[in-house]
């Protein structure tokens, strides 16, 4: 399940009535009903919550009165730096229940990809939320992390500030992780509906999903440093440098040698992937790769015409020789989007050769829909030359002028194997027919048609201009083998 689904499943299932709790003049029940009209939206491959702090706090709160099992992450321009290089740590924000985007770099991201608005919902203006509302539903929360005497200062501030908000415990970050077992066992034994995890990112994250099936606490939440604002040992920016989204500068000013790599490079870095992200989310990627490898087709086809011109014609001139036939052979193929075309080839069998098909097909050499003989008695002496050379195939020329075709694609099926596909295969219709391929290049017809298939799929998942030279360059040892050629 992808993080966007999750978080939509996130909001469907919890939007549901649960049981009536007076928080100020509305209930968890009616805040749950209300709180994500937006349930997610997608950024880097991540699904992200959107909504207010008071809403968000509400709904978590709601969650471990229920409960529900919920692990819940913030996801800043760090977090994006870090998995793209820490591919556990990406499979661990994925993995987790609810994602919160944190800071202004997310909106940045979230404007030039055309992803909508993007809430920001800092785990250091959310925790006040969370201790409020918690406080009036009686939920208890663990702190854990920080420097030691940390979290309890946190906790001590907290309580001073909410009437009845309680802490079912604390304990600093800075223990051995031989005692990890021990750990789990206090937070277990304390009764905390809400766990909060300040490690840093990623250990927390990956701290977080390695126990997470040990610990009985319903709503566990990566809050990073956040305890240390709270305990008054970091001051917070001015309320005008928050509201201006420029608190990482205040945070850059506090501790310029330890976050200078993160601030600078880190956020050029972030600025770059999305401006990338931006530029595949809205679509230009792929309307530069359709324009890109439109102009490698119609040079290469064209530079085929002049170069190959006088073979085809002395291959058309042999043919016709051989049984007094028209040297080309036209066959309705199915191309992109299972629309039909007629093909172009240099004819390779004799004249009767369709009628002749019926007879033989007992002697079918593959065990799929396609037909295959190594000494297939329809093909002329011309034909098996051009076939193992693959110049049969030349005249596709035409077809790749016309667009119906490209130099490099899965290749076009004809219409009785394409009934016969099942779900998988006819993932092979969703790009245009090519005139090589992977399994081309890889043996032709001595591939299964099964790993055809699997070969065609991967190429259009990861289509790429470079991957088509290569490709292509490939192509011209293979014809000259003719290897799997028949």
């Known amino acids: 399940m992808s993080m966007y689904q999750s978080a939509q499943n996130f909001s469907e299932n919890n939007s549901r009535q649960i049981s009536p709790l007076l928080i100020g003049r509305e209930t968890i029940s009616e805040l749950a009903v209300s709180l994500y009209d937006k349930a997610a939206v997608s950024l880097f491959g991540l699904g992200l919550v959107s909504g207010s702090y008071k809403k968000v706090a509400s709904k978590i709160v709601a969650s471990a009165q229920n409960d529900e099992r919920n692990i819940v992450q913030f996801v800043n321009a760090h977090c994006i730096n870090m998995m793209t290089q820490d591919a556990a740590y990406k499979d661990v924000l994925e993995a987790a229940d609810i994602l919160l985007p944190d800071g202004s770099g997310l909106r940045l991201a979230g404007h030039i990809s055309g992803s909508g608005a993007i809430s920001n919902l800092n785990g250091t203006d959310l925790f006040p939320h969370i201790c409020k509302a918690a406080a009036q539903a009686g939920q208890s929360i663990y702190l854990l992390g920080g420097k030691p005497g940390i979290a309890s200062a946190a906790a001590k501030n907290m309580r001073k500030k909410y009437r009845g908000l309680e802490f079912a415990g604390t304990q600093n970050g800075y223990f051995d992780r031989e005692n990890d077992a021990e750990i789990i066992n206090q937070i277990n034994q304390s009764g905390a509906k809400i766990l909060m995890v300040g490690m840093g990112v990623p250990v927390q994250e990956k701290w977080i999903a390695k126990y997470r099936d040990q610990l009985n606490v319903p709503v566990i939440m990566g809050v990073g440093g956040l305890f240390d604002y709270y305990s008054g040992s970091i001051p917070r920016a001015p309320a005008l440098v928050r509201k201006l989204g420029c608190e990482w500068i205040w945070r850059f000013a506090m501790e310029p040698r330890r976050l200078a790599g993160r601030y600078i490079w880190g956020n050029s870095m972030f600025i770059a992937r999305s401006l990338q992200h931006g530029f595949i989310a809205r679509g230009h990627a792929d309307r530069y790769a359709a324009a890109s490898k439109r102009t490698l087709d119609l040079s290469i086809a064209l530079l085929a015409l002049l170069l190959l011109g006088p073979l085809a014609a002395a291959i058309c001139l042999f043919i016709t020789m051989e049984d007094r036939g028209s040297p080309f052979f036209r066959q309705t193929r199915i191309g992109a989007d299972g629309k039909p075309f007629k093909i172009w080839k240099f004819r390779s069998m004799y004249k009767d050769a369709e009628a002749r098909k019926a007879q033989l097909q007992q002697q079918n050499e593959r065990d799929s829909v396609c037909f295959k003989m190594k000494k297939d008695p329809r093909i002329t002496r011309i034909g098996k030359l051009i076939r193992r050379t693959s110049l049969d195939e030349l005249p596709q020329i035409l077809n790749i002028l016309t667009g119906e075709m490209s130099v490099v694609g899965p290749r076009p099926a004809l219409p009785n194997e394409v009934l016969a596909y099942k779900d998988k295969e006819r993932g092979r219709l969703e790009g245009k027919p090519g005139l090589t391929c992977i ?48």
């Open 439 to 486: 399994w081309q290049v890889s043996g032709r017809a001595d591939i299964p048609f099964e790993k055809q298939v699997e070969m065609d799929l991967d190429y259009l998942s990861n289509k790429s201009l470079f991957r088509d030279l290569k490709l292509i360059t490939q192509t011209v040892p293979a014809v000259i083998t003719g290897r799997g050629a028949y």
